[in-house]
């Protein structure tokens, strides 16, 4: 689990690389705004609401989407239980790029680049050049070069995402992943099991 005290830290690499971006062309407010706009899975009507933060370059998040996002998935919002909220929490400049990339596909595959991402994370946030496998990553889902030169020059969308963070901070949230469920905060993975024990008393109130 990523610490509190390490965010101060990145915080000054994440403000830097906004600074540099901002000598780049932005992307336009329409585009920026859809971009930004929540990324949600599940029914609309589910009667429980889950929100992760998660950094895209957190271990304990990859273990989380790669061990237990499926059951969690197939158990409660594939049957309409759950709403799944996906949150921007990036700890360093390597994970808001990832974040920046995932935001700029097309929002349907959103869910399915994430997943790509913490699944393969040990290869392209170590990797000598993370931008460049990025936006391999990005291609495959069909973000071509030139929207994603434009994507990563956004300082908008950059901005964007670290007011999000801000807000998470402010709001309570200290470590990745967190989930936040029915206003209540639980930071670190959790297995299938411990969600179910979370999850099946507030669906059977509702």
């Known amino acids: 689990m990523h610490l509190y005290r390490r965010i101060g830290a ?6 830097a690389f906004v600074m540099l971006a901002g000598s780049a062309p932005a992307q336009d407010g329409g585009d920026t705004a859809t971009m930004l706009s929540e990324r949600v899975i599940g ?7 889950v929100i992760e933060y998660f950094s895209l370059t957190c ?14 998935k197939e158990k409660y919002i594939d049957t309409g239980k759950v709403k799944f909220v996906y949150r921007d929490f990036p700890l360093d400049g390597v994970a ?12 349907r ?3 399915g680049v994430i997943q790509i991402l913490f699944k393969s994370q040990n290869n392209w946030a170590r990797a000598a050049d ?10 495959l889902a069909g973000l071509g070069d030139e929207a ?8 908008a969308l950059a901005n964007g995402i670290l007011a999000g963070r801000q807000d998470a901070s402010t709001a309570g949230v200290q470590s ?5 469920i029915e206003g209540q905060l639980y930071p670190g993975s959790r297995s299938i099991e411990e969600f179910s024990e979370i999850l099946d008393p507030l669906i059977a109130k509702n």
């Open 10 to 15: 990145a915080l000054v690499g994440l403000t």
């Open 43 to 49: 029914s609309p009507d589910a009667p429980v609401t």
């Open 59 to 72: 271990g304990h998040c990859a273990d989380f989407h790669n061990n237990t996002y499926d059951a969690v």
């Open 96 to 107: 808001l790029r990832a974040s920046m990339m995932a935001r700029c596909v097309d929002e």
């Open 109 to 111: 595959r959103y869910p």
């Open 130 to 139: 993370p931008v460049a496998e990025i936006k391999k990553i990005g291609q």
């Open 148 to 155: 994603f030169q434009s994507c990563m020059q956004s300082e």
């Open 176 to 180: 990745t992943p967190t989930f936040q």
